[in-house]
C-alpha cells in the first residue's frame, strides 16, 4: 500500500462516524476533502491516492470507483456549494470517462452547480490528476424537504494516517 500522502489543507472523511460497522464508503479507501474559499471552485475539493485495490485488472483506476466519488462530490460537494447540510440522494447520473488515472495518482474532484430548484440539484463533476480531467459527470440529487438526514455531523478525521 502507498502512503495516502494528501496534500496540504486536505482532511480524512470518517463517514462511518463511529457505527460499529464500516460502510461501503470506508470500503472504498480512503477519501480525502479540503474546504476553500466560499464562491471559488476548491470551496469543497475530494481527493485521493489511488491504490492498487481501487484498480482494474489492466492497472487503471476502475471506473466503479471514478463513479462512486464523482456521485459523492456531486452530492456532498454540489450540496455544500448551495449551502444544504443534509444527505443529498442520487436521482440520475451519466458519466463519460476521458482519461485513466494509475496507482500513486492524487485524483481531486470537484463539483459546479448548474441549477437548483426547490426539490434538485443539478452538478457537473470533474475528476481530475493534475491539470488534466479523468472523468466528466452530471448528476441530479433530490433534495428532501424539511430537515432530512444531516450529513453535517459526518467528522473529518483530524488525525494523521499512516501507512501500514
Known amino acids: 500500500m502507498i502512503d495516502d500522502n494528501p496534500p496540504e489543507g486536505f482532511i480524512r472523511i470518517d463517514f462511518d462516524r463511529g457505527r460499529p460497522d464500516p460502510t461501503f464508503n470506508t470500503h472504498i479507501g480512503n477519501l480525502y476533502a479540503r474546504r476553500g474559499e466560499k464562491g471559488t471552485r476548491d470551496e469543497f475539493v475530494m481527493g485521493f491516492r ?11 483506476l476502475h471506473g466503479g470507483m471514478m ?13 455544500t456549494l448551495v449551502g444544504l447540510r443534509k444527505f443529498l440522494p442520487t436521482v440520475n447520473m451519466t458519466f463519460d470517462f476521458v482519461a485513466p488515472a494509475k496507482v500513486g495518482d492524487w485524483v481531486e474532484g470537484r ?8 426539490s434538485l440539484l443539478f452538478t457537473n463533476i470533474y475528476l481530475t490528476v493534475g491539470d488534466e480531467k479523468i472523468l466528466r459527470a452530471s448528476s441530479i440529487a433530490k433534495i428532501p424537504s424539511g430537515d432530512g438526514l444531516t450529513f453535517g455531523k459526518a467528522r473529518l478525521a483530524r488525525e494523521e494516517t499512516t501507512s501500514s
Open 50 to 60: 489511488v491504490q492498487s485495490h481501487m484498480c482494474n485488472p489492466a492497472g487503471g
Open 67 to 79: 463513479m462512486s466519488v464523482a456521485d459523492l462530490v456531486g452530492t456532498m460537494g454540489g450540496g
Open 111 to 118: 463539483a459546479e452547480v448548474v441549477r437548483q430548484t426547490r
